[in-house]
């Protein structure tokens, strides 16, 4: 072996070890609509006495922290997001009402002098606060003595001896407990059974407790901090969530709940086990059709497949990268994609044997590898760039799967030109693998190639006849956005959908007569697969939906809620606004990109097959009447990288074919590329369709729409590559004045920095 190819062994080995040892060693993090639970998005509000900025969320995500923890909840997360925005994971949470009423309570905790008996007349003046105590009779109350924020702690407690009930006793910090001390003394000087001798503790605009100060307490002497306690008419449920709140703190900002997502674990379980059965079936089905294209070497490739799911998947452990179901999604899309790099080397090294009579299969790989780097790095920085975009620009588990996407992209790579080439070069050293041409797989022009070849077809002659299909498809598609319309999902409109699980079989119309019934009158209901249920309603708090449900179960028996997804209208059309953005950066940047790497013709044409497959997508999913949501958007940029990826490949080979035959017609050269080039694209459409076939059918419902995305998006992406991108380059170098590519000198050097090494088995001697 060459030490280039020891090199190599020796990393893949290292990177296969470590991988194995941290995939026995190490969980996967999983997010919470794989194994279950509650998400939920608390939006800041400013208040009287602070901002919602940076300082005050981060104090807010504390004191909520503190209160979560109290509750008991296991691994709980709490991470700011922007500057007033917190994200709430709790695992295991299915009921989120009682975690919504601790969670987001503004709980804004306040003492009060008791001033005497209120009136009607008092409540709507702004000369004092004018509230209702426990047994609804007014009180007038003094402003504001002391806060939550001074309550060092709180405990609820049965008290048997004296006969109070539960009550709430509570530990002041030092200056706060001067300050009840204080306020305490005050009321202690009106006579017994004095309003006046009350204090008032309110606690979100009502009076919890207004307790008259004993009577053993003598005037200005008050009560110290560590002897007080509430009381009143508490229930036990009521007085320790009332201890929770106050030992929580009041929160320094006033929180609503923008977003709320509730998974049920059985939803979770069904769609791994879903993925994963795509995922093997999808990539045994992809290592047979490739170990059958191109044998051996198909093979080696297959076993580099597996080293890459292995790598992959260590990545994401030792990360600790949230796995969400878009994010195992990608990972088994990046399964398909993975053999995109191993389809080029190979098609050129079948190139090469094929050129060069006598060409040992060393060398031809060797070349094989070479002449397809380019292309493999363009195509795999289009790709991280729609990951980039997914990451930055998308939301919850649109950012896992563009994590996730990122890393499968990396991992690919590495296992196509580290793990596979190390296998490859090792191989074609073999006499035996290098005389038996259907051993190797590299030897044989293959079938597509020869047809090709054969009938040569002309299919530019005439380009505009294929803008004429792509602009006649065009209109179809936006047709069916006007006429069918976009179904947003509830992520872009806001609104609330929720699925249930009946004991009994309820059929959609029998349901929409119960929820009317009920008082939900505008409720959505459709099915949602398996005998499901999926109500989309507008505004609906917890406490509506639980009666949603209840009125569900009196017609359908056991009604169990597997999914439940709450978005608040602000936060809809911040994700409309963001995934259009999003859409906007995505062209611009690849625009960017392909100028540079490109020519600005070549850099149009690819934006334009781009644009031409969004409409196309959008378009289906209208005919279709499908959900366009966050997952979809992250499909669309999947398409989109996937697009891009396909012209690279073609504009690359044009670029190469032209530089060498500078006196020809663009239209000749753009049909030759071509033609070259269609074996690899065939090849790797194949290897993603049958994992997301396997998605499609095996992945269930999470996944359909996902599946059906991405499906129609690479067949449309791989015509318009070949009969869109490159119809438009060649009506753009009409009117172009710009010089063809630049010719390699026939060393296969060029001067300067960017001069390339010649090939170690070539001595440079010619005959």
């Not at 539960?166 to 017994?192: Q, S």
């Not at 070497?297 to 990360?319: H, N, P, R």
């Not at 806001?494 to 939900?520: H, K, M, N």
């Not at 050097?749 to 170690?760: M, N, V």
């Amino acid at each position: 072996m060459t030490r280039a190819t020891t090199v190599r062994a020796v990393l893949a080995a290292a990177v296969l070890l470590v991988s194995v040892l941290i995939t026995l060693t190490m969980s996967p993090r999983l997010g919470l609509d794989l194994q279950g639970g509650t998400r939920m998005v608390l939006q800041a509000q400013d208040s009287a006495t602070a901002k919602a900025d940076r300082e005050s969320t981060d104090r807010t995500l504390e004191v909520l922290r503190r209160r979560i923890d109290s509750l008991g909840v296991s691994e709980p997360t709490l991470t700011r997001s922007g500057e007033d925005r917190i994200i709430v994971e709790l695992p295991d949470v299915q009921d989120p009402r009682k975690a919504a009423e601790v969670v987001g309570r503004t709980a804004q905790l306040s003492f009060h002098a008791v001033r005497g008996p209120g009136t009607e007349q008092q409540k709507g003046k702004a000369t004092g606060l004018t509230l209702p105590d426990e047994d609804g009779r007014l009180l007038s109350l003094g402003p504001a003595r002391l806060t939550g924020a001074g309550v060092k702690d709180a405990g609820a407690s049965f008290d048997a001896q004296q006969g109070a009930g539960w009550t709430v006793a509570l530990d002041f910090h030092k200056g706060a407990g001067r300050d009840w001390t204080r306020l305490t003394g005050e009321a202690a000087c009106h006579p017994a059974q004095d309003e006046r001798r009350r204090v008032a503790i309110v606690l979100d605009h009502q009076v919890i407790s207004s307790p008259q100060v004993a009577p053993s307490v003598g005037c200005d002497v008050g009560l110290p901090s560590g002897s007080t306690q509430i009381t009143g008419s508490f229930g036990a449920d009521e007085a320790r969530d009332l201890a929770l709140l106050i030992k929580g703190g009041a929160l320094p900002l006033p929180v609503e709940i923008v977003e709320q997502r509730t998974v049920g674990p059985t939803l979770g379980a069904a769609a791994i086990d879903a993925s994963a059965r795509a995922a093997l079936i999808g990539a045994a089905a992809t290592a047979l059709f490739i170990t059958f294209v191109y044998r051996l070497f198909g093979a080696l490739a297959a076993t580099a497949l597996a080293a890459y799911g292995v790598i992959s998947y260590a990545a994401l452990v030792a990360l600790g990268v949230t796995l969400t179901l878009p994010g195992l999604a990608g990972f088994v899309l990046a399964i398909g994609m993975a053999v995109d790099a191993n389809v080029l080397v190979f098609e050129r090294a079948r190139e090469e044997y094929a050129e060069r009579s006598g060409r040992s299969l060393r060398s031809a790989m060797t070349a094989g590898f070479r002449n397809a780097w380019s292309a493999v790095a363009d195509s795999n920085v289009t790709t991280l760039i729609a990951a980039g975009l997914l990451f930055f620009l998308g939301s919850g588990p649109v950012k896992g799967f563009g994590v996730t996407l990122a890393i499968g992209v990396l991992a690919s790579m590495f296992s196509a030109l580290v793990i596979a080439r190390a296998l490859t070069e090792i191989a074609s050293r073999s006499r035996f693998v290098g005389d038996y041409r259907g051993v190797n797989g590299i030897a044989r022009p293959g079938r597509v190639r020869t047809w090709l070849a054969r009938r040569d077809p002309q299919l530019f002659r005439t380009p505009r006849r294929w803008l004429l299909i792509s602009t006649a498809l065009i209109a179809v598609a936006v047709l069916g956005v006007v006429v069918r319309g976009v179904n947003l999902g509830v992520e872009f409109t806001g609104g609330r959908l929720v699925e249930y699980s009946t004991s009994r079989p309820v059929d959609v119309e029998t349901a929409r007569t119960v929820l009317a019934g009920a008082g939900f009158g505008d409720a959505e209901v459709t099915t949602a697969g398996a005998g499901d249920l999926s109500v989309r309603t507008g505004d609906l708090d917890n406490h509506e939906e639980h009666a949603l449900r209840a009125a569900l179960a009196e017609e359908g028996g056991r009604t169990t809620k597997v999914r439940d997804e709450l978005i608040g209208p602000s936060l809809g059309d911040e994700l409309r606004r963001n995934a259009l953005i999003a859409l906007a950066v995505a062209v611009f940047v690849q625009l960017a990109y392909l100028a540079v790497r490109f020519r600005w013709t070549f850099a149009l044409a690819s934006v334009a097959a781009l644009v031409h497959d969004v409409i196309l997508l959008v378009g289906a999913f209208a005919w279709l009447g499908r959900t366009v949501d966050g997952i979809f958007l992250a499909a669309l940029l999947t398409v989109i990288g996937y697009s891009v990826n396909d012209s690279v490949v073609v504009f690359d080979r044009v670029r190469e074919l032209w530089a060498k035959a500078r006196r020809e017609s663009v239209s000749t050269i753009a049909n030759r590329a071509v033609l070259q080039t269609v074996p690899r694209t065939v090849n790797t459409g194949m290897g993603a369709l049958f994992i997301l076939a396997a998605l499609a059918v095996l992945g269930g419902d999470s996944l359909e729409d996902f599946a059906l995305a991405l499906l129609i998006g690479i067949c449309v992406g791989t015509y318009s590559s070949v009969l869109t991108a490159v119809p438009v380059a060649l009506t753009l170098e009409k009117r172009a004045k710009t010089p063809p590519p630049a010719r390699k000198r026939a060393s296969g050097r060029t001067s300067g920095a960017g001069a390339k090494r010649r090939d170690p088995l070539d001595n440079g001697a010619r005959v």
